[in-house]
């Protein structure tokens, strides 16, 4: 999906007054955003195919938007043509967080992952008690599946219809190997743990904003928002199959939790749950988005490494 400069000014133009400086930001793998001024006042444009998405992001900034955890004011959304949607938000400036963290050792970044490890676990203590379901959350912040297992075992993700069956029976996809680590990934159920928290879904990287401090500025992009594990959030941070040398993420995230006195039942079943259901994540996507060459980089870790 890419629509051209001059077709996103014209359609700004219908909306917004003295459109100026169009400039893109980054496509995504579901959506294009680009930066615009409306006379003084600096904007950001999305577009993409899925409504829902957008309205994730006005709820996400109505509900906990706050001075411990900003989040981009929606300023307009809607259609901007019969296939595709827009969301024209709030600038915030500040730099994501993946242009700073490019040292291959991390050791010295601590002090920067400590405060995005202290933004993520604020995230993870928002108030739960009134939204229902688990997994990827609808446009009111209730989860679309009635327990976190049933989301595991989905491997759903809404912008997408075909399962890994159907993909299996006319893809490169190895229906045998993914029937194997659903069934592995099954005997972690019983120690996965049953309270409630709000994930990012896709935290950190370009998704969150840091000033010129190396302060968070703005956490955006909640399109992947659900209701689970705070764990699986920080899996996504530590993708398994890629190699990293320095600072871990989930060991510091641990280490952080045990000095504060807390109890973390059952860790090595819940990651190894969890790094089997984001491995076959990928598995499907990369093949939904025919990118043979990234699922075989995928199939290969799996292979090596989860079947154990």
Not at 157 to 184: I, M, P, R, V
Not at 212 to 225: C, F, L, N, S
């Amino acid at each position: 999906m890419h629509f051209d400069i001059q077709t996103i000014r014209e359609f700004l133009e219908t909306k917004y007054n003295y459109v100026h400086d169009v400039e893109p930001v980054a496509d995504g793998w579901w959506s294009q955003a680009l930066t615009f001024y409306s006379g003084e006042e600096k904007l950001v444009l999305r577009i993409n195919q899925h409504p829902v998405d957008f309205q994730k992001d006005v709820f996400a900034y109505h509900q906990f938007n706050g001075p411990a955890l900003r989040i981009p004011e929606i300023k307009s959304a809607g259609n901007f043509n019969p296939d595709y949607f827009y969301c024209v938000s709030e600038f915030i400036d500040g730099i994501p967080s993946d242009r700073i963290l490019l040292s291959e050792n991390l050791d010295s970044h601590l002090s920067l992952a400590n405060i995005i490890l202290d933004q993520l676990d604020q995230i993870h203590a928002l108030d739960t008690s009134s939204f229902q379901g688990w997994g990827y959350t609808g446009a009111r912040g209730n989860g679309l599946f009635n327990t976190w297992p049933e989301f595991l075992l989905s491997i759903h993700n809404s912008k997408y219809a075909a399962s890994w069956q159907e993909l299996a029976a006319s893809t490169w996809l190895n229906g045998a190997l993914f029937e194997q680590l659903l069934q592995k990934m099954e005997i972690f159920f019983p120690q996965l743990p049953m309270d409630k928290h709000v994930l990012h879904g896709d935290y950190g990287f370009d998704n969150l904003l840091l000033g010129p401090d190396q302060k968070v500025v703005a956490v955006i992009d909640w399109a992947e928002m659900m209701l689970g594990d705070p764990l699986y959030d920080l899996v996504h941070m530590c993708e398994p199959w890629v190699q990293r040398n320095g600072l871990n993420y989930i060991d510091l995230w641990k280490k952080r939790k045990e000095e504060k006195g807390e109890t973390i039942k059952n860790f090595d079943a819940r990651l190894q749950c969890y790094n089997i259901q984001y491995t076959l994540f990928h598995m499907h996507i990369h093949t939904v988005r025919k990118e043979e060459e990234e699922y075989r980089e995928v199939e290969r870790w799996a292979m090596d490494n989860l079947l154990q």
